[in-house]
């Protein structure tokens, strides 16, 4: 039996979301460059996750068509790009309204699941769409912490969030073509850590002479951000539903918000929480639908 097995699947979830949490501080206190702060993370993720997967996992990736290959490579891409976008945010605007902003993926990938795999979407999913726009908007238009414009950083944390979608529904092709998760993750990982290190280079940004702190915080991110945090989420997934996990990942944004207010002194303003609120309940209504579809789908397949 596995020792995670041993654990309240329920405490671990809420572990696993608060490591993801911990990510905009990582970021907060970082002075380096966005893509440095990314380089470093994924090349942390990278050097622990190899040892620990490749041999494992070498086997079925040789067995890998090139159509599975090009999509783990791009989504791959997809990822660096939206951790790029997702850490520049975060000097832009407040920990809360980045936060909430890229947790609207699973709206993007809802959209992009219609347009590019085929799918439909409920009445009552399409209300929920609408309904987290509109908080969207709010928060995009609210302003910083400070006062000040937080435009530009809301609308970075907004691309970051298409990015992300389109690495899920990556990750949905790869699924539907029975990829394991480990050899799939080992290829993802893999490239948007090499994409990274190319846009270092192509953007002129040295990749050392940062001093220690910041290879602390790439190694922070990798092991509570990556490993335990999103690793523990999609373990979760074999014990409790789907409903459950998606209700508790909305705990991010919260979390991040009251970390922020506590290391930082950000404290959100009137527009951000009314927005941040709308954009969390139309994200959960969205999820319930979508999973309340799947599981009737299961149990009456066409």
């Not at 995670?4 to 990582?26: E, M, Q, R, T, W």
Request: aromatic share 10%; charged share 10%; proline share 3%.
């Amino acid at each position: 039996m596995n020792a995670l097995d041993k654990i309240n699947p329920k405490l671990l979830l809420f572990l696993g979301v608060l490591g993801v949490s911990v990510s905009a501080i990582f970021v907060r206190y970082s002075s380096a460059p966005s893509l440095i702060t990314a380089t470093y993370r994924l090349g942390w993720t990278v050097a622990i996750l190899l040892p620990m997967s490749l041999k494992k996992s070498l086997p079925e990736i040789k067995r890998f068509t090139k159509k599975d290959v090009i999509a783990a490579i791009a989504a791959g891409i997809l990822f660096a790009l939206h951790f790029t976008l997702w850490f520049e945010s975060l000097k832009h605007t407040t920990i809360a309204s980045s936060t909430v902003l890229v947790d609207t993926d699973v709206i993007f990938a809802a959209i992009g699941f219609c347009i590019f795999m085929h799918g439909r979407i409920p009445k009552k999913g399409a209300l929920a769409i609408a309904v987290t726009v509109c908080g969207g908007f709010i928060t995009a238009l609210s302003g910083g912490g400070d006062g000040t414009s937080s435009l530009y950083g809301n609308m970075l944390a907004l691309a970051a969030a298409v990015l992300i979608a389109g690495y899920t529904l990556l990750g949905r092709f790869a699924r539907s073509r029975n990829i394991s998760t480990s050899a799939y993750t080992i290829i993802t990982y893999s490239t948007c850590f090499i994409a990274l290190v190319v846009l270092d280079a192509a953007t002129g940004t040295p990749l050392w002479g940062y001093g220690v702190k910041e290879l602390l915080i790439g190694l922070g991110l990798a092991v509570f951000s990556n490993l335990l945090g999103h690793s523990i989420i999609s373990w979760s997934l074999k014990y409790l539903t789907p409903a459950y996990v998606s209700a508790v990942k909305l705990c991010e944004p919260v979390f991040a918000t009251i970390l922020g207010v506590f290391f930082f002194r950000e404290i959100p303003n009137a527009l951000q929480i009314l927005g941040g609120a709308i954009i969390i309940t139309g994200v959960y209504v969205y999820s319930s639908v979508e999973n309340a579809s799947q599981s009737k789908t299961a149990e009456n397949p066409s």
